[in-house]
């Protein structure tokens, strides 16, 4: 199993571009889980989706969207970058809701100019 | 294992020795809590976990201790090594909630040799 994978690894963006960031797990994991991680400040929670189709607001989510057309994929997307969102991005999964560990993607560091 | 501002506390051990890593979490409600490791250019990665219905749990090298009285957690590693050298943080997961677990800042792991 590759767990849970995260394209691209690294991207460079200039204000107002838009991009979209895709998570897979292989885990057939319910639940996804987007995360943004800033020096200091610990990972912080954008969106989640409780299953396919599904998603939800997490503490963090203005200027973010996402998408849960299939189970296995969660995709991030920036409608118009700002310099405020270069941060390094992670993707997680659980298999059920309450009291389950998160498998964590490698992550996909963003630079927005 | 929280942080002040930009800088992550820092626990240097000398390699051999036990190292313990605390953790203060916020919510009486919290059921369940994990231990992440988080190398350097790396995602989180799964340690440990316990229940709020135990108060110590051992795994390989490591044994997490919860005192649910002052909101307490901490991790012990045994025969600290140069690969264990990281970042560490806690999570937890409040009884009720979506899953959405909540991520202490982290505390540095420096192991010298």
């Known amino acids: 199993n590759a767990g849970v994978t995260q394209t691209p690894k690294f991207r460079v963006l200039k204000t107002g571009q838009s991009m979209t960031l895709l998570c897979a797990q292989d885990m057939n994991h319910e639940y996804m889980y987007w995360y943004r991680q800033d020096p200091g400040m610990g990972l912080r929670l954008i969106h989640y989706s409780v299953g396919e189709g599904t998603t939800a607001k997490g503490e963090v989510p203005d200027g973010y969207n996402v998408s849960r057309l299939k189970k296995q994929n969660f995709l991030l997307g920036l409608e118009s970058a700002a310099p405020s969102q270069t941060s390094v991005y992670f993707c997680?999964?659980?298999?059920?809701?309450?009291?389950?560990?998160?498998?964590f993607g490698p992550g996909t560091r963003l630079l927005v100019l | 294992g929280e942080s002040v501002g930009l800088h992550l506390p820092t626990l240097s051990v000398q390699e051999g020795d036990n190292s313990i890593i605390n953790c203060a979490y916020s919510?009486?409600?919290?059921?369940?809590f994990i231990w992440y490791k988080q190398e350097s250019g790396k995602g989180p990665q799964f340690i440990i976990d316990i229940r709020s219905n135990m108060d110590k749990r051992q795994g390989q090298r490591v044994t997490v201790l919860l005192n649910k009285t002052v909101k307490h957690l901490s991790l012990q590693i045994a025969a600290t090594q140069p690969g264990d050298s990281a970042v560490y943080f806690c999570?937890?997961?409040?009884?009720?909630?979506?899953?959405?677990?909540?991520f202490g800042k982290g505390t540095k792991l420096s192991v010298k040799p």
């Open positions: 999570a937890e997961n409040i009884r009720g909630s979506q899953g959405n677990l909540i």
């Open positions: 919510n009486s409600a919290s059921d369940y």
């Open positions: 997680a999964s659980s298999y059920v809701v309450a009291g389950e560990t998160q498998y």
